[in-house]
């Protein structure tokens, strides 16, 4: 899966970066500021840790950006459950 620079989530234009999580001081593989659409990647992952990390932070921002009440356990498991149909199916290009 190509990870774009920005990803456009409902109306709003989010910036993706890829850094280490160390850079921040905080150790996550992925990190999402509705307020300043901005998604954070860690860079040092796997691709395909990279990849559903991307997935989870999408979806942390459309909780966000349409006010859904996930519990964060249940969004972890939508994120990996869809990450792994696109995979497991061919959805995926790879880059």
Do not use: F
């Amino acid at each position: 899966m190509k990870i774009p620079k920005t990803l456009k989530i409902g109306a709003t234009v989010y910036e993706v970066v890829r850094q280490s999580s160390d850079a921040n001081g905080e150790k996550h593989l992925g990190y999402c500021n509705t307020g300043l659409a901005k998604i954070w990647i860690d860079s040092t992952a796997k691709q395909q840790v990279q990849e559903s990390s991307l997935i989870h932070e999408i979806l942390e921002a459309a909780k966000g950006g349409y006010c859904l009440e996930l519990e964060h356990q249940t969004l972890g498991t939508l994120a990996e459950v869809l990450y792994q149909v696109l995979r497991d199916n061919g959805m995926l290009r790879e880059d």
